[in-house]
């Protein structure tokens, strides 16, 4: 049918990519526990108004990137872009706003109509987890912390780059430099692209055109504009990630594409993927919370690529535990009452009970095929006798086992 098809840029997940998409998201689950972070759920769907808000009227996301929509009721909503406007959102909402430290983390889709190609899509999964209520640089370590064990428990090799923005005055400053530092160049625009970057200048800094990236060559950057106490801030961030090991470089470019950031901004890129490199973004957010309608709350955090990291991940362990056949149709009853309770004894046991029809050579066969460590054949005789032949499809080996000595030697497989 021809109207039956994927939407561009949101792929069917399943096979292979989907067990990639799951490890990731597991490592970053129990890493989040680990850092005590709570999860927090908040809709996918939000008032566009939020994200113009936060993430700004003149990012690139809420300028050309977001999915919007009239609801029946004629308000203007969206698909989120990204999760740390709506965690803000739902904190204020429900009243979160104590003087505790808050540590929350999210798991899910976000939406941005950009250009499809190789690790960036339309539909997209990120992680990400919000510090909030500590204004010192003990939470940024933290927070970076969190986010390169992430990385370190997927064995995968990163560069951690982090810079300072300056909060209001200074990055205020920062601004009005730019802008007043394009109009040199003014000639060299057509009048819409001058004009965008009049509006957020900041993203010129950081941008890959080769001619926005001559003209800005020259430009003094934000370190320049920073208060004595910002530089101070950013040096015992800089101090503390060092006395931790963790390596990173400096990079005064970096601005990031979002307009909430104030103060400590970094980025993790990795090797093969090509130039959508970045796997983990994040920095401070102070004014966000205030400029929403909450307390003033000072915060930080980070979101990541689950399906960037996917790609790069290696799978370990591909083989599945146990392939439990039958002799024929009389014995599945007896088969699926052994799996349900090896599954039940034994925790994270993977066991297929076959279904099909096929003969018992087929059946060994198909245990093979599909990557399972053992496989057994139950029938009638196995009921009777209370024992089992376990074979072990990698070495080849053979075991004569009751019930009791199946599930011991199977939860020390
Ligand atoms: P972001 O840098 O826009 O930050 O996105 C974070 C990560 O999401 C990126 O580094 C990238 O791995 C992944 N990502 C973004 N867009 C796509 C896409 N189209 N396809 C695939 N992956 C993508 C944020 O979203 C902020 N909310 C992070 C944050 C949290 N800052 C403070 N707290």
Do not use: H, W
């Not at 010192?136 to 969190?146: A, F, G, H, R």
């Not at 802008?179 to 200048?201: A, C, G, H, M, T």
């Amino acid at each position: 049918m021809k109207d039956l098809k994927t939407i561009r840029g949101m792929p069917d997940l399943y096979d292979e990519e989907v067990e990639r998409i799951s490890i990731v998201e597991k490592t970053c689950l129990e890493t989040f526990k680990s850092f005590n972070f709570q999860e927090f759920r908040t809709p996918i769907i939000e008032n566009k108004s939020l994200f113009q808000r936060s993430v700004g009227e003149s990012s690139d996301i809420i300028q050309k990137e977001v999915y919007e929509f009239e609801d029946r009721n004629a308000e203007l909503l969206c698909l989120r872009p990204e999760g740390t406007a709506g965690l803000v959102r739902a904190l204020i909402t429900n009243g979160l706003m104590n003087d505790e430290i808050k540590k929350f983390f999210y798991l899910g889709p976000m939406f941005r109509y950009e250009r499809p190609q190789k690790g960036r899509k339309r539909q997209f999964f990120q992680a990400g987890a919000e510090l909030i209520g500590e204004e010192s640089t003990k939470s940024d370590v933290e927070i970076i912390s969190l986010a390169k064990t992430i990385l370190e428990k997927l064995e995968i090799k990163y560069s951690l780059e982090i810079n300072y923005l300056g909060k209001d005055e200074s990055l205020n400053s920062y601004r009005a430099y730019l802008r007043k530092y394009l109009q040199k160049f003014k000639d060299d625009f057509e009048d819409k692209v001058y004009s965008r970057l009049q509006r957020n200048p900041l993203r010129a800094i950081d941008s890959k055109d080769v001619k926005i990236k001559k003209i800005f060559e020259d430009a003094k950057d934000i370190s320049a504009f920073l208060t004595n106490d910002e530089k101070e801030s950013f040096d015992k961030t800089i101090n503390s990630l060092k006395e931790l090991k963790i390596k990173f470089e400096i990079n005064k470019k970096l601005v990031r594409g979002l307009d909430y950031y104030t103060g400590t901004v970094f980025e993790f890129t990795v090797d093969g993927l090509g130039s959508q490199n970045a796997v983990i973004g994040g920095g401070r957010y102070d004014n966000l919370i205030k400029e929403l309608g909450g307390r003033d709350l000072p915060a930080i955090g980070f979101a990541l690529g689950i399906d960037r990291l996917a790609e790069i991940i290696e799978i370990k362990d591909k083989t599945k535990d146990l392939f439990i056949g039958s002799i024929s149709d009389d014995s599945i009853n007896f088969a699926q009452y052994i799996g349900n309770k090896l599954r039940q004894d034994i925790n994270g046991l993977v066991v297929e009970n076959y279904l099909g029809n096929a003969n018992v050579a087929k059946q060994l066969k198909k245990a093979n095929s599909q990557g399972f460590k053992f496989v057994m054949i139950v029938g009638q005789e196995e009921q009777k006798t209370n024992s089992f032949k376990l074979k072990n499809l990698i070495d080849g080996s053979e075991k004569t086992l009751n019930e009791i000595e199946l599930v011991e030697f199977l939860n020390g497989r």
